[in-house]
């Protein structure tokens, strides 16, 4: 159990149609931990990460971030949405913005920053992703692994108490994908709370507390990765892996 809880859900249940995507879900994410939520396609990972931060609902069973439960709609869902940062496949940045002022938005439209105020912040993140230099060009400038660093820097601007990631390396070319670990990783050893959906299993080795193995809507597994990757206990994850370890 974690020690000091940030996020608990309880008997999470979710249908997409005939299909019961989350299946009496129970998850505990402690305060700076990072659990990496791995599985096969389909097995409801993405739609455990959204509804987190309700961009799913759910039919049944309760979630609690900080010991509230989500709020419905209106101010507390863009409050929440502030407090829970998500980073997704695509980076879903304004290409009309300059990439500070996409950086900028949600501080000043959601925390009430003053714009300069909320520019200074916004530099300071973009030099955490390394991308100082860039902070007045547009995304379309930018490769895919710097617009990715880019949405993290968007999502750490809001101070969030835990940040989602959805599968935030997939739509990447490989040469990219570990400048955006690189950061991730970064995160992780900073003790941001982090639940990340990934293909990625150097990541899941080496910056997670835990890796929550997913199949068919179930938690099939929850383990330390060292355990996990070396002794997996259910036939589910031992198959998982024998394909994925193999290329």
Known sequence: MAVDPLIELRDVNKHFGELHVLQDIHLTVGRGEVVVVIGPSGSGKSTLCRAINRLETVESGSITIDGRPLPAEGKGLAQLRAEVGMVFQSFNLFAHKTVVDNVSLAQVKVRKRKKDEADRRSRELLERVGLAAHADKFPAQLSGGQQQRVAIARALAMDPKALLFDEPTSALDPEMINEVLEVM?????????MIVVTHEMG?????ANRVVFMADGCIVEDRVPEDFFTSPSSDRAKDFLSKILKH
């Open 203 to 207: 990541f899941a080795r080496s910056a």
């Open 185 to 193: 990783q970064q995160l992780a050893r900073d003790g941001m709370t």
